[in-house]
Structure formats: C-alpha cells, structure tokens
C-alpha cells in the first residue's frame, strides 16, 4: 500500500468510529429520552384516574349530604383548571411541571376540604359507594407517588447519561434538553403537628 492509500484508510476508519461513537450515544440518549416519556405518561394516567373519580365524589357528597356548595365548588374548579393542562414529555420545562404540580395540588386541597367537611354529617361517612369511592381515591394518592417517583428516577437517569463528558457533546449535537423533577410539596419538609390531648 502507498503512504496515500493509507492516509485515506486512516481518515476513514477515524469517520467510522466518529460515526459509531455518535449513533452509539445518540441511541443511548434516545432509549432514557422515551423512557422518561413512558414514565410521564404513567404519571398522567395516575392523575386522570383520580380526575375520574372526583365527579363520582362530588355527586355521592351531593346527594346524600346538606353541602357546602362552595367545598363542592372549590374541587369542581380546580379540576377543570387541571384539567386544560397539558404536557409535552418532548420538550417539558421546569415551568411546566411547576403549574402542572401547583394545579394537582390545588385538587389535593380541595379534597382534603371536602374530606373535612363530610366529617359533619355520619351518614355519607357510613355509604358504602362514599367509602369506596374514599378508598380508590387514596388507592390513586399511592400510585401517583410511585408513578412521581419513576418519573423522577427516569430524568435522573436521562439528565445523566446527556451531562456526563462525552455525551454531553452528542447530546448538544442532537438537541437533548434536560428534564425537570417533581418536587416535594410547599412545606412538605415540616412535620405536621398532632395534639393528643384528651
């Protein structure tokens, strides 16, 4: 072989393991990139499954109790303003997942009020279909949780495959973004405090 051919054989063989090196990192990113969209389309269904169960509460509270329309109203409204957000897994921002997590947990207060309230009247507490439907909707607060904390786990793995030296390379090349996590509720880090006294 002539000193030419070889200076060609080299420069392509350098392209070839470039190439390689790219379609090998870009594969990686794009394998923990849907991984991620799994997770958070996991994390939807969670919630729409409570988004179901709401109007089968507020009706069972409707009909069997003297309501405080207002309780009723409240939990109405925050599910239709959770409800008319929607999350594209593909280019998710901190501010995104930030009023998405603020509306879901306007929902939680909301039913906690309405929880409070059907304290006062025995009657619903002892329905059957109430309790049952009580029961699925704290079912539904478990998985969300777990779904929350798959999807946290996912963006980690997928936030550090596309930081780590030399991915980072590829992933700017391709335009792979980092993804946000959910975090812990405004004053989730304090204790609640219990008064036992009798």
Known sequence: MNKKTLIWVAVIAVVAIVVLWLAGGYNKMVVEQENVETAWGQVEN???????????????????ANYEKSTLEAVVEARAKATSLTIDPSNMTEEQLAQFQNAQAEISQSLSRLLVTVEQ???LKANTNFQSLIAELEGTENRIAIARNTFNDAAKAYNTLIRRFPNNIVAGIF?????????????AEKAPKVDLEF
């Open 121 to 123: 009247y025995p009657d």
């Open 46 to 64: 969670q919630y729409q499954r409570r988004m179901d169960l709401i109007p089968n509460v507020v009706n069972t509270v409707k009909g069997a």
């Open 175 to 187: 335009g792979f973004e980092k993804k946000p996590y959910f975090k812990a509720e405004q004053g």
